[in-house]
C-alpha cells in the first residue's frame, strides 16, 4: 500500500485473522488479488473513494467509520484525492468456509463476498475498531478474544453481504454392519487416548462434516457424547477392582485427570467414583436412559 503501516497484528499469535492500520497518501494504485476477504474501516475525514473491481468504475463519499468489502482473489483499481487513514482486517477463506458450513447446515464449497465500495454498518465499525484495539495492545486471552470477534464478524457478513455455494447433494455415506463394528472396536481399544472427531473421521476416510452426520444417524447421538458414555461404562468396571488406583482408573477411560472423571461420573451417575466403588452393583448395572453401548 502506498502509505505507513501504523500497526498491525503480525507478532501476534491470530489464527485465520489478520489486521492492520495505515495512513495512506493519495493514489491511484491497482492491487493484485489476496487470499484472505478483507474489510477496510474509514477512520479519517469524509473523502471521495474510487474503485474499480471489472470494467466500471464505482465512486462513493468515504466517511469516517464507513466500511469497504472485497472478495477473496478479487484484482481491485483504486484511487483516492485525499490522504486517508483506515483499518484493514482481513478473514481467511478457511474461516469464512468453516463458519458458513457450520451455519447452514451443509457443506460449501465456495463463498463470494459482495464487492461493495461503502456502506455504514455500525457492528462491522464496531468489531473492526474493536480487533484495531486488540491489535495496538494486546491482552490476556486476545487470540481467544479476537477468534469470538471474528467469528460474529463473519456470520454478519455470511447473512448480510454474500452469496454460498453449495456442494451438490449426494447420497450420504452411512455408518452401519462391519463398518460400525470395526469403528466401535477401534474407539474401544484407543478409549484411553484423545479421540478426536477428526481422528474418527480419518478412520473411516470420511470427511469431519460428513463422519459427524453419519456417526449421529448410526447411534443417535454425537460422537463426543457416545466417548464419554464408553469412558463412562469402562470407569464403572474397573472401579469393581479396589486394587486400581482412581487416578490411574481415570488414565485408561481416557480423562484428563481423576478431577475430570469424578465430575463427568457425578454428572452422569449422580455419585463420586468412591461412592460408586463402595455400590458394586453400580458397577455392573447401566444408568437409566444410557444406551451407549460398544
Excluded at 458450513?101 to 473492526?128: C, K, Q, W
Excluded at 463402595?278 to 436412559?289: H, K, L, T
Aim: charged letters at 20%.
Amino acid at each position: 500500500m502506498p502509505g505507513e503501516i501504523l500497526g498491525s497484528s503480525d507478532t501476534l499469535d491470530w489464527s485465520d485473522v489478520i489486521q492492520r492500520s495505515y495512513r495512506l497518501s493519495a493514489a491511484d494504485v491497482c492491487v493484485p488479488p489476496v487470499d484472505h476477504f478483507a474489510i477496510m474501516l474509514q477512520c479519517s475525514k469524509p473523502a471521495e473513494l474510487q474503485r474499480r473491481t471489472g470494467s466500471k468504475w464505482v465512486r462513493s463519499r468515504y466517511a469516517p467509520d464507513d466500511v469497504s468489502l472485497l472478495s477473496v482473489a478479487r484484482q481491485s483499481h483504486w484511487r483516492w484525492l485525499d490522504d486517508l487513514h483506515v483499518s484493514h482486517v482481513y478473514l481467511s477463506r478457511n474461516l469464512l468456509t468453516r463458519v458458513a458450513e457450520e451455519i447452514a447446515g451443509r457443506s460449501v464449497t465456495d463463498v463470494v463476498l459482495h464487492d461493495i465500495l461503502v456502506t455504514t454498518d455500525p457492528l462491522l465499525a464496531r468489531l473492526v475498531n474493536a480487533i484495531t484495539a486488540e491489535a495496538a495492545a494486546p491482552a490476556l486471552g486476545g487470540s481467544v478474544y479476537v477468534d469470538a470477534l471474528a467469528t460474529q464478524m463473519a456470520v454478519h457478513l455470511l447473512r448480510r453481504y454474500s452469496t454460498l455455494q453449495y456442494r451438490q447433494m449426494t447420497p450420504q455415506p452411512k455408518l452401519d454392519g462391519s463398518r460400525l463394528r470395526e469403528l466401535q472396536a477401534f474407539m474401544e481399544e484407543h478409549l484411553h487416548d484423545a479421540l478426536s472427531v477428526t481422528r474418527l473421521a480419518e478412520q473411516v476416510g470420511m470427511g469431519s462434516w460428513t463422519f459427524s452426520r453419519a456417526f449421529k444417524q448410526a447411534t443417535g447421538c454425537p460422537a463426543h457424547q457416545y466417548i464419554i458414555g464408553a469412558r463412562i461404562k469402562r470407569a464403572k468396571r474397573l472401579l469393581a477392582d479396589p486394587t486400581l488406583v482412581l487416578s490411574d482408573i481415570a488414565a485408561q477411560c481416557g480423562f484428563s485427570d481423576q478431577a475430570h472423571m469424578t465430575r463427568l461420573l457425578k454428572a452422569s451417575l449422580g455419585v463420586t467414583p468412591r461412592q460408586l466403588r463402595n455400590r458394586p452393583d453400580c458397577a455392573i448395572d447401566q444408568p437409566s436412559g444410557d444406551s451407549l453401548s460398544l
